[in-house]
């Protein structure tokens, strides 16, 4: 079945610095890959997501890049702010909806 | 916005007892629905697919007599944890997806603490 591999699993970041978190997943056949935020005790909350037919996505601060004959595909978070603290996941599917999660990335931003 | 409510948020039951997550689509029909457990600082783990009117297919390594699954409608799924142990303790949430969609839409989850 598909493994998806997250790294790293905590990433400490200064006020106004960039962040990157990076994923690698096992099926070709993946499609789709969003990203997700998700605050203690709270449902994942969609950020940004790309398909298998786009390289690159961004919106605002928040950009996805995908290659797929690598098999990889990566989150950047420009101008980080202190809100942006949370725990992120990749996930990946080629199958409508059926998310396979990434181990996670306990983001910090600190002032 | 398509919403996914999902109830009861907290419970908190004794050994031995059986309890019933509701994962419901409010403003959509949801063809498939997932449950999904996410222990303390580890990531969610797909533990079922769902779909109205037939059997739930589970992932390997999830006891399907422990935890059933019952998809009655288009816009309800159930998960019953049946003699929960301490070690179901997990915080349990549902997603849900429109036909012909790739984006799934997420319930509120439901912290479960079995004493």
């Known amino acids: 079945g598909e493994n998806v591999e997250q790294h790293p699993s905590t990433l400490s970041v200064q006020e106004g610095d960039s962040a990157v978190i990076k994923c690698t997943y096992s099926?070709?056949?993946?499609?789709?890959f969003p990203w997700y935020k998700q605050e203690l005790g709270k449902r994942p909350q969609l950020i940004i997501d790309?398909?298998?037919?786009?390289g690159e996505k961004k919106d605002q601060r928040i950009a996805v890049t995908l290659n797929k004959t690598a098999k990889h595909f990566s989150l950047h978070i420009t101008e980080t702010q202190p809100e942006d603290s949370a725990v992120y996941f990749c996930?990946?599917?080629?199958?409508?909806?059926?998310?396979?999660f990434g181990q996670g990335t306990e983001l910090s931003v600190k002032p | 916005g398509a919403v996914v409510s999902q109830h009861p948020s907290r419970v908190i039951c004794k050994s031995g007892t059986s309890v019933k997550i509701e994962c419901r689509s409010l403003?959509?029909?949801?063809?498939?629905m997932f449950w999904y457990r996410q222990f303390p600082k580890q990531s969610l783990m797909l533990m079922a697919t769902?779909?109205?009117?037939?059997?739930?297919?589970?992932e390997q390594g999830v006891e399907k007599d422990k935890f059933l699954i019952n998809h009655a409608s288009l816009t309800l799924s159930t998960l019953t944890v049946t003699s929960a142990h301490p070690e179901d303790s997990s915080f349990y949430i549902c997603?849900?997806?429109?036909?012909?969609?790739?984006?799934?839409?997420f319930g509120q989850g439901t912290r479960l603490t079995v004493v």
């Open positions: 997603s849900a997806i429109r036909g012909g969609w790739t984006e799934a839409f």
């Open positions: 099926d070709s056949a993946s499609n789709y």
């Open positions: 790309i398909r298998s037919n786009v």
């Open positions: 996930a990946v599917t080629n199958q409508g909806g059926k998310l396979i």
């Open positions: 403003d959509f029909q949801a063809t498939t």
């Open positions: 769902s779909n109205e009117g037939s059997k739930a297919t589970y």
